[in-house]
């Protein structure tokens, strides 16, 4: 079974640009989550989808917004960069949730913003 | 709103040697607690998941247990090896009417010297 994949696994951008990163869970889950990582902050929650519907946000601001395909796929998308959305950008996907079931997370993205 | 704190933030130990690692929480209210094994500039791997109602949860050379009234996890690992060398997350999930999310500690980095 393919595990979750990520794509781009590297972007470099500049201030004021946005971006739009892809996330393909496992073959059969339906949850979705997103996550920032950084040296300062560790792992923050952005947040997570299941069935297409956004079921919790995490205390990030509008300009991070995400949204997911009935083939359970995700997007996630960054408008207006700022130097400190430099981050890995995990994803994990699970049959029913990060509540209730394992998690299984993808290799990232490497944003890097100039 | 819930911390996790991981102590110690970094840990050093001679191959052969057992070693514990310890999570702790400010709310009690989990719904289950997940330990992750995270190596350089990479995704996270899922290594135990213990429901609330749980006290500990095996995988090989790995225990973890959990005490919730107390807010506490620890994980054990038998007879370290260098490849054990890696960054250990513990991450805690709230009761599932309060949302689907994962909140990280900041992480215990391991080294095994051989």
């Known amino acids: 079974k393919a595990g979750v994949t990520q794509t781009p696994r590297y972007l470099i951008k500049t201030r004021g640009q946005q971006v739009t990163l892809s996330c393909s869970p496992i073959s059969g889950h339906r949850s979705v989550s997103w996550y920032q990582q950084t040296p300062g902050q560790g792992l923050q929650f952005l947040f997570e989808y299941f069935s297409e519907t956004q079921r919790n946000k995490g205390n990030f601001p509008g300009r991070f917004s995400g949204r997911q395909f009935s083939n359970s796929r995700s997007e996630m998308n960054v408008s207006t960069l700022e130097l400190g959305d430099s981050a890995l950008y995990l994803c994990?996907?699970?049959?029913?949730?990060?509540?209730?079931?394992?998690?299984?997370f993808g290799p990232g993205t490497r944003l890097t913003v100039l | 709103k819930q911390e996790v704190t991981q102590i110690p933030a970094a840990l050093s130990v001679p191959e052969g040697e057992n070693l514990v690692l310890n999570c702790s929480f400010t709310?009690?209210?989990?719904?289950?607690l997940q330990w992750f094994r995270q190596d350089p500039g990479k995704g996270l791997t899922s290594l135990l998941l213990?429901?609330?109602?749980?006290r500990e949860q095996t995988s090989g050379r790995l225990n973890a247990s959990l005490d919730k009234s107390s807010g506490r996890s620890t994980l054990y690992i038998a007879a370290s090896q260098p490849g054990d060398s890696a960054t250990y997350l513990c991450?805690?999930?709230?009761?599932?009417?309060?949302?689907?999310?994962?909140?990280f500690g900041g992480g215990t980095r391991l080294m095994v010297k051989p």
């Open positions: 991450a805690v999930s709230p009761p599932n009417n309060a949302g689907n999310m994962l909140t």
């Open positions: 213990i429901q609330s109602s749980q």
């Open positions: 994990a996907s699970s049959l029913l949730g990060p509540s209730t079931d394992t998690q299984y």
């Open positions: 709310d009690s209210a989990i719904y289950n």
